[in-house]
């Protein structure tokens, strides 16, 4: 007669390979949280963490130029905005972070996460056919489940270019050439641009998203992280405008002066 599995209703309760702790010891992913300290970078740890793998200096390099180079777009950013706005309101940090980072969704914050999912069908593809015919049918399928924008591509205030992409691009270039990614996802990104050059007649060149989801990809970042990734990343010019605000003072900040009105479309 086999014996039945004895369960520890609090201990069972939840199910992490992420930490392990008890009086005096803290391990993250089997690892002394005291070896960890001042040998892993922040960006490292959070691939650790997040991941649960190792991030060698050269990968850890693009994961971290990618983090630095979306931290703030200014209080025209929806989120950006929010924060200052909750400062004037007598909330803490904390309370004006979340407002802002709660703003994140797919219009606002989700165009990294679409964009490696759109890199990553394509690359699927390029098993069959070539990386040209691969990218055709990546946009048809993108458009015909997600509608005609195509995220990662334009920019509404950059133009003729986000000055953050070809930067992020080379690096990319840079770690390709000594091996530490692949650089077929910047390859890829550069098809979608060219191709798209080509629909509209004119340059349309990767924005800030698309090139983050280059180096998420080449990483091999599931796309749902390249969201959450930015999340962080967005969180540094959340903290620095939230507390900027609150330096400043200001009370019950709106959207616009009291001396301007919306438009009343009503009766």
Known sequence: MSESKVTDPVAD????SI???EPGRIAFRGHPVEELIGTLSFPQ???HMVMGTPLDAGRARLFEAALVAAVDHGPQAPSIAAARMAATCGVGLNNAMATAINMLGDV???AGEQAVALYQDIDARTQTTGLEEATGQGLDAFRATKGKFIPGFGHR??????????RLLGLVDEAAAIGSVSGRFAAIGRAVEAHLAREKGKPVPMNID???AVIFAELG??????RGFFCLSRSVGILAHAWEQTCQGGRNKGPT?????WTYDGA
Do not use: E, N, Q, Y
Not at 159 to 165: I, Y
Not at 257 to 261: F, I, T
């Open 19 to 21: 930490i392990d702790m």
């Open 157 to 166: 205030f950059h133009k003729p270019v986000d000055p953050r992409a070809p």
């Open 257 to 261: 002066p009291p001396s301007h009105r």
């Open 108 to 110: 606002h914050g989700g």
């Open 13 to 16: 309760w939840w199910h992490t």
């Open 45 to 47: 740890m959070i691939w």
């Open 221 to 226: 970042c599931p796309a749902p992280l390249a």
């Open 210 to 212: 698309g090139a983050t």
